[in-house]
Nanobody, 119 residues
């Protein structure tokens, strides 16, 4: 069982920046695809950004050019740098870890961290 602990959320004014961190309790961290998702009440959880074990990244159109996902395998941590924040970025942000082992898919989630952007 992989444990994911997010941190770095908070309240920020529009135009500001935040950096989210997600620490994983997994020695095989470098083999996982890591992602950030977000959810607002009444809506489905949506993909924000993902980074593969090979460092390929992918972003939702709404955050391209403003958010950057990165990972530090030595620290078992994935980051989400969020710049030029907008009120519509307000959500609970969740860290996700995915890996395929022996033909099975494993999927883990953190507890979430609140990001609130004021106008």
């Amino acid at each position: 069982q992989v444990q994911l602990v997010e941190s770095g959320g908070g309240l920020v004014q529009a135009g500001g920046s935040l950096r989210l961190s997600c620490a994983a309790s997994e020695s095989r961290f470098s083999r996982y695809a890591m992602g950030w998702y977000r959810q607002v009440p009444g809506k489905q959880r949506e993909l924000v950004a993902v980074i593969s074990s090979g460092l390929t990244t992918n972003y939702a159109d709404a955050v391209k050019g403003r958010f950057t996902i990165s990972r530090d395998n030595a620290k078992n941590t994935v980051y989400l740098r969020m710049n030029s924040l907008k009120p519509e970025d307000t959500a609970v942000y969740y860290c996700n870890a995915q890996i395929s082992l022996h033909g099975r898919e494993y999927d883990y989630w953190g507890q979430g961290t609140q990001v609130t952007v004021s106008s």
